[in-house]
Structure formats: structure tokens, C-alpha cells
């Protein structure tokens, strides 16, 4: 193989992924060959300049800024029909300037609504809502009113439902007949809960043009390329698993990307609804392309990732290797930056310095000032608050001393306004001053390096400069090294039965949605917890902060799965989305899978892994191509 294609290369700054691509990019062989594809990234350059110093080759950057299909963007509220912010915000201070309660009180403008006033020319459509359960609720209540297929076309959602069943076993899912009913009028929906066979019916239907409307969360937009005439928004801001805040423009414009056919569609629509009840600008992208975020390395040192760095590279190499993350290379051009707009700065200053015994004395005066104004923030005592503020005030009133005597033949008043740009240049100094002293990811990456490097090595996976039997182990493993290194030293993948593993695998790294309740599952998993426990400590201890993840919730589903129990069952008896319990168990399938890879020279543990897989990889879990 010599060449590799990074398609949507800007997921180099997701915070899950991107340290993957990097380290793809930094580790490729010189005789590699790549492209990257990407709509999203403003700073390429800078990318490229990044590839380009890694790999020591030339980096060509083709660029086209006109899209095939040009984007007309619009906001949607019913009374005012499309719209501008500019027009809705008039509107709203109108309304809010009429109402007690300083809010619109207006008819809410629904999903209902915009499809209402888009049928007849802008279909088909995707509808982004970024909520699973309104997903479906909405495609339930447009069913109820829309109907947008003929009866030919009845026939053909027929023939293409029972053509895409055919590759799958008997769909057992409490949405399908709902979901059917909605298929068969042209309405759809989907997300990440759904059985990957539903979501393969809804695709199919989508591309035979047989969907009129295909409510979807954000996950329809990656990896999947279908096109359409118009993309909708219910909302502008999404659940991010920690707080509701706005989408980014990037975000906005990978899904609004997917408006306008090449070769069909002379223009692709974009329209957001807007209800008033809850309007606030701020939470509404720009849907300017120009404005889109640049790319922000997200790289990050895994254990295994160190393991592997200490088994071919020594030291120096290592350090060296460390610098050539992304991060790194930003920090170096944001480092230069600013630099250049402190020489600027220096010179503008120059002429008072010296009443300060030079530009040293500035610069202590400067980072003193940063150092109170930081524990005065902090939150101290009245008495400690009251000397920092004097402190400060003698700082300032020496930094003033300087700018007065610059100018010993004018009067102070006639200098009030250049004093008041002395203040703003040295307030712009200390805050340079500040940020560049943070620019530093090559040596939080060493302190990185060697911080996780203690761990392992109090946990014998390495001496000095060589990896031990554990340490060759975890160097295998990619994702939750410490959790199943730790398992498989003590023997516990020979002492648990089948199930059980399966059971513990799917727990290893599991990450409970909102609100999931933990099934009780009456499983021994006492050692398991131990070593949990453990390894939590040891790395709060070490590292003032802990990786390791174990969350039971699912593990009695797990178990009873693997026993034979119908995926029917456990679905009646669990809060879980199908399609979450589906990738939950694959995921545990790739964890064994590793294992097993990383002990070929134990056929019995093979075995017995190859049995563990094989009870879970099974009917609605399978992969079926």
C-alpha cells in the first residue's frame, strides 16, 4: 500500500479521534503518499505547513472556494415566513417591547410549520434535530398529517424494504412498525440508537429518492454522503454531554453541506427554525463559511502510545517525536506572533522603560502585577485582599511615575489621553506576556511523557528503557491498557466463565447515558472492582486525575446475551437504545479481540476468546454486509 486518503481530515481536532490522526500523519513511512479532503478547515496552510515540516516533503494545498452547489441560507419563524437575524430581531424587541414579561408571547413556529411552507419546491430534506427522541417524535407527528408518496412509489418503499431484509435476520424492534408505517409516506428517521439494519433500510430509501423528509441527528452528516435539496435545523444549540450551548460554525456547515445535488439542484437551501419564546442571537451561527473555527490539535499521550515510543525510540528521539504533534507546531507559530507584537509594543514603550532602569525592571513590574491580580481573583482573606490592593496600586503608580517623567516639560493634564494609551499597551504587554508563558505544549507533553512513564513503571510494566511481559502486553492493546493488562496478569480472563468476561468487557470503558439506571446483574466482580479501585488510586495519586472507566450498567445484558437470551428481551428490560446496546457490544468484541490477538502463544485462552466473541457476535449484533 502506498497510498492512504484522510477523508474529512479536520476531525484532526476531535477530541476522541484526533490524537489517532496525528499520530497517523507523524508515524506514516516516507514513501507514503496521502490526501486529504476537507470543506471545513480555514487554517490550511498552517496543516499543511504542519504535514510538511513532519514529513519532510512537500505539501500541495489545492483550494477551491466557490461550492458546486452554492448554500442560500434562511432563519424560519411563521409569522415573518424566511427570514433574516437582522428582521427577526426586530421583530422580537417589538414583540418583547409589547409584552409584561419582557418575552414574546407568540405562537412557538415548529418543524411543522417550515415543512408546511417548504413542501411544494425545496423536498427532499434533511431535518436536524439533535435529540434522538425528537427525532422520532417529530417524524411521528409530521406522519400524521404528510403523505408525500404515490402509489407507485408505495410500491417501490415495498420492493426496497424487502431487498435490504433480505441481507438481515428477522427485524425485531419495537420502532420498526412505526417506523414502517412512516417509510411507506415518505417520512423517516435517523440516529445512533437505531438497529444498524433500520438505519441500512432508511438509507437505502433515501438514496432511491424515496424520502421526502429524513429527520436525523448530526451523526447523518459524518461519514455519510447524502445529498439532498434542503437541510433543515429545529434548533441551534445541542447537548454536548455536559451543558446545552450553541453549534459551532463548523458544525453547522458539515450538515448544512449536505444541501444541493451536484448536477440537480442549481442552489441548496438552508433553513433554521426560529421560535421566539427562546430567541437569543448569540446561539446562532454566523452561516458565514468564511467564519468557520480553525482547526485546534487535540492530541493527547496514551499509555500505549508511550509504551510503544519507549519500545523503538530512545530517549532523545522521544523528545524529539514529542515535538512533532500539531499542538506543538501552532504553539511555535502563535509563539512567533506574538513575539513580533511584543517588539512592536517594546518600541512604543521604549522612552519610558528607562525611567524604570530598563526594559527588564517593566517586565518584573509586569509579572508581579499578573501574580497579585491572580491570588486576588483566587479569593483571599480581607486583610490578605487589602495589602494585594495596595500592592497593585504601587505597581501601577510606579508604571505611571515612568510614563510623567517622559514628559517633564508638559503639563499632566494635557497628557490624560496618551496616559490612557500607555495603560492599554502595558495591560496588552502583561497579557502577552501571560499567554506566551503558556505556550509551551512541547514541555507539557514531556511532563506528560514522563508522568504516565512512572505509572507503568510502579506497575512493572516497564524497567528503565524496556518493556517487561505486562508492558508487551498493554503495548497491544489500544484503549483501556491499564484496566485489561491488569486482568489479564492476574489470570482472570482464565477464572471467568464465557459469559461472564463478555459481561465484564462490555462494563470496561462504558459510558452511561443521562439518566441510565445500572441493571443489577448479581455477577461476582469483586476482583474486577478491586483492580478498578486500584488503578483509579494509583493514577489520582500519580497523575491528579484518573482514566481508568468501569461502569456495570449494561453488564447483566452482557451476560444473559451471551447465555442465549433473545435481543427482544433485553431491550423490554432495559432503558437502552437499541443501537447503543448494538455498539456497545462490539466494542466489547474488538476489546477481546485485541486480547486475543495480544496471546496467540496460549491456545487455550484463545479458545476460550474466540467463544466469548462468538456468543456475542451473534444475530442483531452481527455485521451484516
Not at 450553541?246 to 456547515?253: C, G, H, K, T
Request: charged share 25%; hydrophobic share 35%.
Amino acid at each position: 500500500m502506498r497510498y492512504v486518503i484522510f477523508d474529512e481530515i479536520h476531525y484532526i481536532d476531535d477530541p476522541d479521534r484526533g490524537s489517532v490522526w496525528e499520530e497517523s500523519l507523524i508515524f506514516m513511512p516516507p514513501t507514503m503518499r496521502f490526501l486529504g479532503l476537507s470543506a471545513t478547515i480555514p487554517n490550511v496552510d498552517q496543516l499543511a505547513g504542519w504535514i510538511g515540516e513532519v514529513q519532510q516533503q512537500k505539501i500541495e494545498v489545492i483550494t477551491h472556494h466557490e461550492r458546486v452547489v452554492p448554500l442560500k441560507h434562511s432563519l424560519f419563524e411563521k409569522s415573518l415566513g424566511f427570514t433574516t437575524m437582522r428582521r427577526v430581531q426586530r421583530h422580537y424587541r417589538r414583540l418583547a417591547g409589547d409584552s409584561p414579561t419582557g418575552r414574546p408571547i407568540t405562537e412557538p413556529t415548529t418543524h411543522v410549520d417550515l415543512i408546511e411552507a417548504i413542501q411544494d419546491s425545496y423536498l427532499p430534506c434533511l431535518f436536524f434535530t439533535f435529540s434522538r427522541r425528537k427525532c422520532e417524535s417529530n417524524a411521528l407527528e409530521l406522519g400524521e398529517e404528510f403523505d408525500f408518496l404515490n402509489r407507485e412509489q408505495k410500491r417501490q418503499v415495498r420492493a426496497a424494504i424487502d431487498s435490504v431484509l433480505e441481507r438481515y435476520p428477522t427485524v425485531k424492534s419495537e420502532r420498526w412498525p412505526a417506523l414502517r408505517n412512516l417509510l411507506m409516506k415518505g417520512i423517516a428517521y435517523h440516529h445512533a440508537g437505531m438497529l444498524p439494519v433500520l438505519k441500512d433500510v432508511v438509507e437505502e430509501l433515501f438514496t432511491l429518492r424515496l424520502v421526502s423528509v429524513l429527520y436525523c441527528t448530526e451523526t447523518f452528516a459524518v461519514g455519510l454522503n447524502f445529498p439532498c435539496k434542503t437541510v433543515c435545523f429545529d434548533s441551534s444549540t445541542k447537548w454536548d454531554g455536559v451543558s446545552f450551548r450553541p453549534i459551532s460554525n463548523r458544525e453547522y456547515f458539515q450538515m448544512a453541506g449536505r444541501a444541493g445535488r451536484r448536477g440537480i439542484d442549481e442552489v441548496g437551501y438552508v433553513f433554521t427554525v426560529v421560535d421566539l419564546s427562546w430567541f437569543d442571537p448569540r446561539d446562532y451561527p454566523s452561516m458565514r463559511e468564511s467564519e468557520v473555527e480553525p482547526l485546534q490539535s487535540q492530541f493527547a499521550l496514551t499509555y500505549n502510545s508511550i509504551l510503544n515510543l519507549v519500545r523503538n525510540y530512545d530517549e532523545g528521539d522521544i523528545h524529539r517525536i514529542l515535538g512533532q504533534n500539531f499542538a506543538t507546531y501552532q504553539a511555535s507559530s502563535e509563539r512567533a506572533a506574538l513575539q513580533r507584537r511584543l517588539e512592536e509594543l517594546e518600541e512604543q514603550l521604549a522612552v519610558h522603560t528607562r525611567n524604570l532602569k530598563g526594559h527588564g525592571a517593566l517586565v518584573r513590574q509586569l509579572r508581579s502585577r499578573t501574580r497579585l491580580e491572580r491570588e486576588l481573583q483566587a479569593g483571599v482573606n480581607k486583610r490578605r485582599r487589602r495589602q494585594l490592593k495596595r500592592d497593585i496600586r504601587s505597581i501601577n503608580q510606579r508604571l505611571d511615575s515612568a510614563f510623567f517623567r517622559s514628559f517633564p516639560d508638559r503639563d499632566r493634564g494635557s497628557l490624560q489621553r496618551e496616559n490612557r494609551r500607555y495603560r492599554r499597551q502595558l495591560q496588552e504587554y502583561q497579557q502577552l506576556l501571560e499567554r506566551i508563558d503558556h505556550l509551551d505544549p512541547h514541555q507539557k507533553y514531556i511532563q506528560e511523557f514522563n508522568d504516565k512513564k512512572a505509572v507503568l513503571e510502579a506497575l512493572g510494566y516497564l524497567e528503565g528503557s524496556e518493556l517487561t511481559a505486562a508492558g508487551l502486553f498493554a503495548s497491544q492493546i489500544h484503549g483501556h491498557e491499564l484496566m485489561i493488562t491488569e486482568m489479564f496478569m492476574e489470570g482472570l480472563f482464565h477464572s471467568f466463565s464465557p459469559a461472564e468476561l463478555n459481561a465484564i468487557m462490555v462494563s470496561i470503558g462504558y459510558e452511561p447515558r443521562k439518566n441510565e439506571t445500572r441493571l443489577k446483574h448479581g455477577l461476582e466482580l469483586g476482583p474486577i472492582h478491586r483492580l478498578w479501585h486500584f488503578l483509579a488510586k494509583m493514577e489520582q495519586r500519580m497523575l491528579g486525575y484518573s482514566t481508568v472507566q468501569f461502569n456495570d450498567h449494561v453488564a447483566a445484558l452482557a451476560y444473559r446475551w451471551s447465555r442465549g437470551a433473545a435481543f427482544s428481551d433485553l431491550l423490554a428490560d432495559s432503558q437502552v437504545d437499541e443501537g447503543d446496546l448494538v455498539f456497545t457490544f462490539r466494542r466489547g468484541i474488538d476489546l477481546l479481540r485485541q486480547v486475543r490477538n495480544a496471546t496467540m502463544d496460549d491456545p487455550i485462552l484463545t479458545g476460550k476468546l474466540r467463544e466469548c466473541i462468538a456468543l456475542m457476535d451473534r444475530d442483531e449484533v452481527s455485521i451484516w454486509l
